[in-house]
């Protein structure tokens, strides 16, 4: 098993063992290329690895030995391009088969790999391009992305080579008859080309409240970090489907479709969807019989809306949820129709799961569970102290300055400043709001940001959509903060409606007083608005910067 070649202990009696005795080997020539992806071809040739399929009835099956041989053929093409370690290459490939082998070719090369959503438009990807120097773009052949790349290649001095995959497109590299002419053996790198595990592998752009994205830099140790996400919170199991929902431009790509999965040997599946369809997603488990399932809270609202009995989920084994909490109602609709809890974990760009709820202890409705063991998690106070049991604190990870956590972001890329300012002092501060029960139970409140101020009182979003989502005619909600000229600000809901519900002012008063009935009565939304959607990122993070922009913009009129 490929996992004891990193892990001296892979099992564990209880949380506190897991918690006091967990360590990672780190190789100081760790290449996931090298030492996950070919290890795994070399120990069974016939392993599989990659599931794939799409909405137009394409299916694609790989084995380990078809990624290995794929990524050293293409691995020898981006040679020939000029490409070498440290090369910056970006790729736009939505869930297509191609990533997995680019990515494992790159990883080989020693490149570092910066992954990129659909939506980016011309000024994103010229500010991406120049802030990185990227060398090389490998795109979909999506009509969007093609046009955006091209309008802004002239813009971007070091771009020297644009591949497409998919189809073949005028005045671009066609993927797949580039790299058949090259060799299928690539020798690991040596001297000055070779990697070291502390090498930067991986560059992931990631928005803050203020200023352009920074450009976070994984090292090639990141991988490692993920088998804590991978098998203890996920529970993948070896030569089993695994599936997390996510487009290749987030970073929980990262987190589950790839790194830590198979380092465990399980195979990944992938889902290339044009769009998020419940039923078609819900479809597309029943017939692949998925083992483990990972999905945004968001997708799990919108399957709820179907009819579940219609389809077979008896093949899954774990279901979990990150990226925003999930709202206890939605979990225990989950559990009533599946028979399964969806087991949260909390995490960053910058980082693997922080906190998970883990196999050892029984998960608590509205608690994304306690301290991944890689991290050393205090909540914190402005002033950097740590905060009393059951008080609210900022989210830190201590020590990172001396003992750097594998998995954790080593800086910010091209930026020693910010690097000095978030890493270099008595811990990384993620920003993020949670309190700590006496158990050891983690809640998360929301993004700093995010949490309300209204006549003194601290809201946290999350309490209050929990508390709307438990009423029959909300399906989905944002709270945010509008300003209030008395109050500072007062709580807003933006909502949308189950089907068979219409907006009128009496389903406004309803929902108003079943939030105070369920929740104490100041954290009720003054405002609420209805609308059909939620603006949200392609991850399904739901966009309340942005609600609260038009909302300040509309004010300011």
């Avoid at 098993?1 to 506190?16: A, C, K, V």
């Avoid at 939505?94 to 082998?101: L, N, S």
């Avoid at 809306?305 to 989920?313: G, I, S, W």
């Amino acid at each position: 098993m490929l996992l004891h070649r990193f892990l001296p202990r892979t099992e564990f009696d209880s949380y506190e063992d897991f918690k006091a005795n967990y360590k990672v080997n780190i190789p100081e020539d760790f290449n996931f290329g090298f030492d996950v992806v070919d290890a795994w071809a070399e120990a069974d040739k016939n392993k599989k690895a990659l599931v794939w399929c799409n909405d137009h009835g394409e299916e694609k099956t790989f084995t380990f030995s078809d990624i290995s041989r794929l990524s050293n053929k293409t691995a020898n093409y981006f040679r020939s391009l000029g490409i070498k370690k440290g090369d910056v290459v970006m790729m736009i490939l939505r869930r297509r088969w191609e990533y997995w082998i680019c990515a494992t070719a790159l990883h080989k090369v020693g490149a570092v790999l910066i992954p990129g959503s659909l939506q980016l438009t011309k000024k994103d990807i010229v500010y991406r391009g120049n802030s990185a120097e990227v060398k090389a773009i490998i795109c979909v052949n999506d009509d969007f992305v093609i046009n955006q790349v091209e309008a802004s290649e002239k813009e971007i001095p070091t771009l020297e080579n644009k591949i497409v995959v998919g189809e073949p497109r005028d005045g671009w590299r066609f993927f797949e008859d580039e790299i058949e002419p090259f060799s299928d053996k690539f020798a690991r790198p040596t001297g000055d080309q070779a990697t070291n595990w502390n090498d930067i592998m991986l560059v992931y752009f990631t928005s803050g409240t203020t200023g352009m994205p920074k450009m976070v830099q994984h090292n090639f140790a990141h991988p490692l970090g993920h088998i804590v996400t991978a098998k203890y919170w996920q529970m993948v199991q070896e030569n089993k489907l695994h599936m997390s929902v996510s487009d290749s431009g987030w970073a929980k790509f990262g987190w589950g479709k790839i790194y830590g999965q198979w380092i465990c040997g399980a195979i990944v599946f992938a889902y290339d969807m044009d769009k998020f369809i419940p039923a078609k997603l819900l479809e597309v488990i029943s017939k692949y019989k998925i083992t483990t399932f990972c999905a945004p809270p968001t997708m799990y609202r919108f399957m709820l809306q179907e009819d579940l009995k219609k389809y077979d989920l008896s093949s899954i084994q774990r279901c979990c949820t990150a990226g925003e909490p999930l709202n206890p109602e939605v979990i225990k609709k989950w559990q009533e129709y599946t028979g399964h809890f969806i087991y949260e974990g909390f995490g960053q760009s910058e980082g693997s799961v922080l906190l998970a709820n883990f196999q050892w202890f029984e998960p608590r409705l509205g608690s994304t569970g306690k301290p991944s063991p890689i991290y050393d998690i205090h909540l914190v106070d402005k002033d950097g102290n740590d905060v009393k049991t059951g008080e609210e604190g900022s989210i830190v990870v201590m020590d990172v300055k001396n003992h750097p956590p594998v998995g954790l972001f080593t800086g910010y890329y091209k930026n020693p400043e910010m690097t000095e300012e978030k890493l270099l002092g008595k811990f990384y501060n993620t920003d993020d709001m949670a309190s700590c029960d006496e158990d050891g139970y983690y809640c998360f409140i929301g993004r700093d940001d995010d949490v309300i101020k209204c006549s003194g009182y601290r809201i946290g979003p999350f309490e209050v959509e929990s508390a709307l989502l438990e009423h029959p005619s909300v399906v989905e909600c944002a709270i945010t903060g509008v300003p209030d000229p008395i109050r500072g600000q007062v709580v807003k809901a933006t909502v949308v409606l189950a089907a068979g519900y219409t907006p009128s002012e009496e389903l406004k008063k309803e929902i108003q007083n079943h939030v105070k009935r369920v929740t104490a009565p100041y954290k009720y939304p003054r405002v609420i608005e209805f609308v059909d959607e939620l603006p949200k990122t392609l991850g399904g993070k739901i966009k309340r910067g942005q609600i609260r922009k038009s909302d300040e913009d509309a004010a300011n009129k």
